[in-house]
């Protein structure tokens, strides 16, 4: 009798009893929707941590999962072009969410003729910002949990905020004419405006582009007018190989920093608040000179 009850209650329930279904296309959005649904979510992440979104291409399973979901996240900014072709040819009835609708003052690329700068997520500010937009979509779509999401997103923002109160203190370690940033692409200018640092990346904002042998002439002189001390790779490319274009600036290699998202489990970067403990970590230790 009981469970014959259970099962007319699970009935008129229908659709609430369910997960809501989130695709996401960074993982950055992946861990928002994760750490505010909690089990009243089932997150499918389409950009593996640790691989590349600006070469996204979304597989037939990619595009069975958002026609599906209740929920999609993008980037914006045209990191997806691809993926945006798929959504509107897919006939799905998700709401889609934009985290590009939620950056304050978004950057402009200086290399790549201006467009705006996809790279959202080095900002803790902006994960922040997207976050209550992903909490806010989830109450929108299920009214009833409203009470827990609030409580969740209450949680995950204030962990943030203790990240980023980290992050101001483990930056100041570094003093202000050693902060400049050479990298492989133009991954942190989110970054680099939060804790001002100067950043002089040897690509634009695609990592598979070719670098310009007069580009890379530059970069050499700029690294030894500056005393810069090390240079950074990207997770996605060979750790080694921009330390060896940049070998007679003198500079050594000081690490790779996760440019594009997450890392995979067991990275020690797989998680917003590890990725950017790593990140500045990496950055303050290669360049204060003291280690
Ligand atoms: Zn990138």
Same mark, same amino acid.
């Given at each position: 009798m009981k469970s014959l009850y259970l099962a007319i209650l699970f009935a008129a329930c229908g659709a609430w009893a369910r997960p809501l279904r989130v695709a996401a296309l960074h993982s950055v959005l992946a861990e928002c929707a994760s750490q505010i649904g909690g089990d009243q979510v089932t997150v499918r992440s389409l950009v593996p941590a640790g691989s590349d979104p600006h070469t996204f291409?979304?597989?037939?399973?990619?595009?069975?999962?958002?026609?599906?979901?209740?929920?999609? #996240?993008? !980037?914006?900014? @045209?990191?997806?072009?691809?993926?945006?072709?798929?959504?509107?040819?897919? *006939?799905?009835?998700?709401? $889609?969410l934009s985290a590009s609708d939620f950056i304050k003052d978004? #950057?402009? !690329?200086?290399? @790549?003729?201006?467009?705006?700068?996809?790279?959202?997520?080095?900002?803790? *500010?902006?994960?922040?910002? $997207?976050?209550?937009?992903?909490?806010?979509?989830?109450?929108? #779509?299920?009214?009833a949990s409203a009470e827990v999401f609030r409580t969740r997103m209450a949680a995950y923002d204030a962990?943030?905020?203790?990240?980023?109160?980290?992050?101001?203190?483990?930056?100041?370690k570094?003093?202000?004419?050693?902060?400049?940033?050479?990298?492989?692409?133009d991954a942190f200018a989110y970054l680099a405006r939060d804790y001002d640092f100067r950043i002089e990346p040897l690509l634009g904002l695609n990592p598979a582009a070719e670098p310009d042998p007069r580009a890379l002439a530059r970069l050499i002189d700029f690294i030894r007018l500056h005393h810069v001390r090390a240079v950074f790779a990207d997770n996605t490319e060979s750790p080694k190989l921009l330390a060896t274009m940049l070998q007679e600036s003198g500079a050594r290699s000081g690490g790779v920093l996760y440019a594009d998202g997450l890392g995979p489990v067991g990275s020690g970067a797989a998680t917003v608040?590890?990725?950017?403990r790593h990140n500045l970590t990496t950055i303050v230790d290669a360049l204060d000179g003291r280690k």
């Open positions: 291409n979304p597989s037939p399973e990619d595009a069975a999962s958002v026609v599906d979901a209740d929920l999609v #996240l993008v !980037s914006g900014f @045209d990191l997806e072009p691809s993926f945006e072709r798929l959504v509107a040819n897919s *006939g799905t009835k998700a709401m $889609v978004p #950057l402009r !690329s200086a290399q @790549d003729d201006g467009v705006l700068d996809p790279h959202w997520w080095n900002s803790i *500010g902006n994960v922040r910002r $997207v976050a209550a937009a992903v909490g806010a979509a989830l109450i929108r #779509l299920r009214p962990r943030l905020a203790t990240l980023a109160a980290w992050a101001d203190q483990e930056v100041a570094l003093p202000e004419r050693r902060r400049i940033l050479v990298t492989s692409h608040e590890q990725m950017f």
